[in-house]
T-cell receptor, first 113, second 110 residues
Framework: DSGVTQTPKHLITATGQRVTLRCSPR?????VYWYQQSLDQGLQFLIQ???????AKGNILERFSAQQFPDLHSELNLSSLELGDSALYFC????????????FGPGTRLTVT | GQNIDQPTEMTATEGAIVQINCTYQ??????LFWYQQHAGEAPTFLSY????GLEEKGRFSSFLSRSKGYSYLLLKELQMKDSASYLC???????????FGAGTRLTVKP
């Protein structure tokens, strides 16, 4: 158990809908990262927050947004969902912005039908 | 941009040694990572290299050559539980983001 929690574990929704994925980092970790993992594209970095502020942006679509709250939990919002958005979404946390070791949560499996 | 290449699949025998290579191209290198991921599970951190040379941690070692854009992960005394995907990732200093290779699926056979 990494100490990072993600909810829900599974999510099934229809195209065009909007969902919110939630992540709670390990106690004391200030950085949160979001990743998408699909079968054909591997693990893709989406976005990073540090202490409430966005620090780095990867391959995140405009339909997706995220934020980190004062209590350091983070939410990833996915809107206008498409079939291709079906994937595992991982959240990871680390102590500081430059800290190299990231601890991954168990992931949320999103299925868009 | 960044390209990260690693073999798609490898097979090795229990008790043996296997080396998984990773080559990368990056605009601003700020560290290379290796992760292990069992099917359906989250990745777990194995190693981090930012300077040239070898980092050893138990049965696992990781090597980096920044001038060659090359790294390898060495697994010794292979066990069946080492069957997993091994992901190479590079942190880009310029963009401060992480890029992952597609992963190498290692199968350990008895």
């Amino acid at each position: 158990d990494s100490g990072v929690t993600q909810t829900p574990k599974h999510l099934i929704t229809a195209t065009g809908q909007r969902v919110t994925l939630r992540c709670s980092p390990r106690s004391g970790d200030l950085s949160v990262y979001w990743y998408q993992q699909s079968l054909d594209q591997g693990l893709q970095f989406l976005i990073q927050y540090y202490n409430g502020e966005e620090r780095a942006k990867g391959n995140i679509l405009e339909r997706f947004s995220a934020q980190q709250f004062p209590d350091l939990h983070s939410e990833l919002n996915l809107s206008s969902l498409e079939l291709g958005d079906s994937a595992l979404y991982f959240c990871a946390s680390s102590v500081a912005q430059g800290q190299y070791e990231q601890y991954f949560g168990p992931g949320t499996r999103l299925t868009v039908t | 941009g960044q390209n990260i290449d690693q073999p798609t699949e490898m097979t090795a025998t229990e008790g043996a040694i296997v080396q998984i290579n990773c080559t990368y191209q990056t605009s601003g290198f700020n560290g290379l990572f290796w992760y292990q991921q069992h099917a359906g599970e989250a990745p777990t951190f194995l190693s981090y290299n930012v300077l040239d040379g070898l980092e050893e941690k138990g049965r696992f070692s990781s090597f980096l050559s920044r001038s060659k854009g090359y790294s390898y992960l060495l697994l010794k005394e292979l066990q069946m539980k080492d069957s997993a995907s091994y992901l190479c990732a590079v942190r880009d200093e310029e963009n401060n983001d992480m890029r992952f290779g597609a992963g190498t699926r290692l199968t350990v056979k008895p």
